[in-house]
């Protein structure tokens, strides 16, 4: 029974120590994120932080596949429903630019900037970012069973939704893009993609 408990109070600090690295590194930034601040918000000693992560990228490691996973079960969440009357593209469209507005990815973004000069933390994300895309795409094809004739075409829709309402996150950094011109950018990407599938999905190439 004491092996359990210590177990699960091992778990549970462990949860703490990783949700505290994204706090910290939203508050703070990646460069000025350290073992000391981030045992701080986690009201623990740096001592009792090291013996779960040693150092700062060990941290940074757990926190992006805590991240990825997270980002995944709340997409699978709110797509679990989708209405009869939705198209499951636009609303998938819909759903994704909700997650992008969420403190979880402000501190992706902060880390995908942070890797450009820092190949310790580029060699970490990349290879998470791999498989978070690739349960990405295996959810889309779950979702919307009539692309699965044609995986290269549904790659590219998916490619073109991640990466321009990606590329709209990165351009509402800072209030660079008004409330009214992004809606219109989010309207105009989903009536272009969705308009774009139904030629190539409902009328497949013989």
Partial sequence: MDALYQQKKSALTRDRIIIATLEC???F???STSVAKIAKIAQLSTGAMQYHFETKIDAIKAAIEYLHDKRLADRQRDMADIPASEDPLAFGIRVYWEHLNKDHFL???ELVIAARTHPELSAVLRPAYQKFV???RADYSREIPVWGHNQEKM????DAVQYLLEGLSYGRLN?????????????FVSDMLTDWAADNFENPDP
């Fill in 29 to 31: 930034g990646y460069e």
């Fill in 25 to 27: 590194i939203i508050e």
């Fill in 175 to 187: 209030d660079q893009i008004s409330d009214k011109d992004t809606e219109k950018l989010i309207r």
């Fill in 134 to 136: 690739k349960a990405w």
């Fill in 107 to 109: 501190a992706y973004q």
């Fill in 155 to 158: 790659d590219l829709v998916a």
